[in-house]
């Protein structure tokens, strides 16, 4: 058996090693290091994949996020609503450009933003509810569409997780995960579901004033050289990030259905088990395209079974060990813990298992004959 990695990035490059180095060669003996060709490329080709009028590269997530924050023309004070139960990016953003973050539980089986919890925690100040579509599946976006209709908030979605899921509507209709909302964005990071060799991100908007005040936003508020109209950033793509995307691109959907495969495997070795509950998918199985394969483990020590996979040859992560509000940055006399009940109880009790597109049955196999083993 192969070793078991938590991510395999190694394995995932080998079979388009030659067309990578290629394209990185190609931008190298161009110089065109910055904003070149490839850069534009990648923008088209991300446009026509998830069906959206306007990609804006950038520098990496969090970057986007801010960005489009930065773009909305809020006010100091304005509440952004998220949820406690994600990366710090999420929350980080907001309060850096002293907005207000409102942290709200997740739902205990998707994890994702409880509908309840966000409709008590809207107020007359809210002015963006930033849905995160964590672990790969997209929140419950027929509900928060609606909400954020009735009250006049704007969704900014933050897809890190999830590039390629497709959410569908009860309608039926299907829309790519970061292209509901007004904006939407996602990261590059080279272990997310479409990774770059480096850092990267973008900025999703079919809308097309909002899209050129991006752009001007992510080159210093630039609109015309050397006159800066609003404060910007310089957040760029790397033309040789953006090179190798452009040939991982073409590959996501293949990657996605691998640890689509890895995860039905997992869930039909484990689903039977009464100390362990696995993902559940809301909906439409294309809603979900496991960034991580996330248990919750009942009656167990999850910190010992961690430590038990990991002498055995197993890496396992912990996302995320504390939520938000209790992060010493983000503590808020406006909290009070019985609002969050699910995020303190998953903080203890979850556990990610490696997930990667090079991930196969021999290896899962091994893991879940170990978990059974220790949970008994
Ligand atoms: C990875 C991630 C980000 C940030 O992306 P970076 O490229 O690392 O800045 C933001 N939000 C979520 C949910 C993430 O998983």
Known sequence: MKKIKMVDLTGQYEPIAKEVNLAINDVIENTSFINGPAVSNFQKNLENYLGIKHVIPCANGTDALQIALMSLDLDPGDEVITVDFTFASTVEVIALLKLTPVLVDVDSETFNINIDSLESAITEKSKVIIPVHLFGQVANMDEIVQLAKT???????????????NYKFLDGRKQKAGTIGLIGTTSFFPS???????????VFTNND?????IRGIVNHGMYKRYHHDVV???SRLDSIQAAILNIKLKFLDKYNNSRKKAALKYTELLNNHSKIQTPKILGDEDSHVFHQYTLIVKDTNRDELAKYLNQNGIPCGIFYPIPLHKQKAYKSNRY??????VTNHLSKSVISLPMHSELDDDQIE????????FLK
């Open 336 to 341: 009070d813990e019985k609002d969050f009940e």
């Open 192 to 202: 997310k579901n479409l990774g770059a060799y480096g850092d990267g991100g973008a």
């Open 366 to 373: 091994f893991i879940c004959e170990k978990i059974i083993k």
């Open 151 to 165: 009250h006049n908030i704007q969704i900014i979605e933050d897809a890190a997780q999830s590039i390629g899921a």
């Open 209 to 213: 004033s909002l899209a050129y005040k």
């Open 232 to 234: 910007g950033v310089n």
